[in-house]
């Protein structure tokens, strides 16, 4: 499979340039395999929800600061 | 394969995502959206407590739908994860950490190249994970576990493939669906078999679905070839005992044993070891990523204490030979070279840097 995590990423998002669609048309004509990755990534994007889990990952920075907040079980490890 | 309907499925995807890009660009425009995730970026790979917490907490909503989707309920979520995490922050051939994470080009969000990324890694074809021993179906039982998927279609795929076992364009003619059709109905035939067997065969579940292993995306995002398969098989059948031995730090080595090997739970561990579970979580993946460090070096660690030898630095090999070599603790290290264990952590970051490259340097 030669599509880079980058284009797989553009090509789902509609943002992928004409030279990477057709990469991907010819993986997909050439890789039973790589059909069925994009199935999966087509039920994933069919998530009940994951258009609000993305507007929540997407919001904020504020909570972020919150993850690094948790450093209790960082002390005394060697 | 038939192009159109590939062309529509295309089609879809770009409307759909339209849509979806506007309803993103309600809340922030993309300008903002591509500076917020050069920051995180950032703050990931410069904080690993962050980046730890980013990906086990903040991605969990995401990686929890992407795993149920992908494997239902059985998966372990914890160590799925982690080898999503160990995967993104693997170094490159400079010892640069979180290599695969830089190559995000920012032109979808960073929820989307994760999302995108982490389908990748844990989804495995289908045909890969399921196979049918011939005692399962001379004796018939296949025919009977067959016979308890709720759509005629999925019986009769299970019916061609593996009694009549016909190739998969024979199978589509005779289903009346697109070859290309074949491989998803497969997977859903499959994964309504695994539940079926789970709940009414269950001392069968191991012989028919073999673990699924790990999707091979390495970290210059291309596939790895029949070769280096068979090297990571010949890899694998090395004693993992032997790189254990070689870890340098004992709680790391404790923590990868009983967690892995002696198949103790975190919580009887983190008892075991006086500390708390999210503890014993940190110093897995710690743990983890040290034992990768050795197993990559395993070559190259017989000849360790050469490599130590042209580090300049008095110090730094000091530290080296100390931990590698004489395996002494870090604290009797740091007591002996009278250095606080702040200090010691900066000279050790940086001889591992050193001798990183200098054994990089050697093996081009």
């Given amino acids: 499979m030669n599509i880079s995590n980058n284009t797989l990423a553009a090509y789902m998002a509609g943002v992928s340039t004409v030279q990477e669609d057709k990469q991907v048309l010819d993986e997909i004509a050439n890789n039973d395999s790589f059909y069925e990755l994009l199935d999966i990534m087509d039920e994933v994007d069919a998530i009940d929800g994951l258009d609000e889990m993305r507007n929540e990952f997407n919001e904020s920075i504020d909570d972020m600061n919150e993850l690094s907040e948790f450093n209790d079980y960082n002390i005394n490890i060697k | 394969m038939n192009y159109d309907h590939k062309k529509e499925k295309q089609l879809a995807h770009s ?29 990931i790979v410069s904080d690993d407590i962050f980046a730890y917490k980013f990906f086990h907490n903040k991605c969990k909503p995401l990686l929890c739908g992407i795993i149920h989707t992908i494997y239902g309920n059985v998966a372990d979520y914890e160590e799925l994860v982690n080898e999503l995490y160990l995967l993104l922050k693997k170094p490159n051939a400079d010892g640069e950490y979180w290599y695969a994470l830089k190559t995000f080009d920012y032109r979808t969000s960073l929820f989307d190249w994760i999302k995108t ?77 695994r539940s079926i067997i789970e709940n009414d065969y269950p001392e069968y579940l191991s012989i028919l679905f073999q673990k699924s292993e790990v999707h091979n995306v390495d970290i210059n995002e291309k596939e790895i070839g029949a070769s280096d398969v068979d090297l990571r098989t010949h890899e694998a059948n090395i004693d993992v005992f032997q790189y254990l031995n070689a870890m340098p730090n004992k709680y790391y080595r404790r923590v990868i044993e009983a967690l892995f090997l002696d198949d103790i739970t ?91 490259q200098l054994i990089f340097r050697a093996k081009k």
Avoid at chain 2, 16 to 43: A, H, P
Avoid at chain 2, 139 to 164: H, I, W
Avoid at chain 2, 294 to 322: F, G, H, P, Q, T
């Fill in chain 2, 15 to 43: 409307m759909k995502d339209k849509e979806t890009t506007l309803q993103r660009k309600e809340m922030l425009s993309f300008e903002e959206l591509v500076k917020r995730d050069r920051e995180l970026v950032q703050r």
């Fill in chain 2, 117 to 193: 990324v982490a389908v990748r890694h844990f989804y495995t074809p289908s045909g890969d994970l399921f196979t049918i021993p011939d005692t399962i179906l001379d004796s018939g039982l296949a025919e009977e576990m067959f016979s308890k998927l709720n759509k005629a279609v999925y019986r009769k795929y299970l019916c061609f493939k593996y009694l009549d076992q016909l190739a998969d364009d024979v199978i589509a003619e005779k289903l009346n669906i697109e070859r290309s059709q074949v491989k998803t109905l497969s997977r859903k035939v499959i994964k309504q078999l």
């Fill in chain 2, 266 to 356: 975190p919580e009887a561990l983190a008892q075991e070891m006086g500390t708390n579970v999210s503890n014993i979580y940190n110093i897995k993946s710690r743990g983890l990523d040290q034992l990768r460090d050795v197993a990559l070096y395993s070559n190259e660690i017989c000849n360790l204490e050469n490599y130590i030898n042209l580090i300049s630095d008095d110090r730094k090999r000091a530290i080296l030979v100390s931990i590698f070599i004489e395996r002494k603790d870090y604290d009797v290290v740091c007591s002996e070279l009278k250095i606080t264990e702040t200090q010691f952590k900066k000279i050790k970051k940086d001889a591992m840097k050193d001798i990183k």
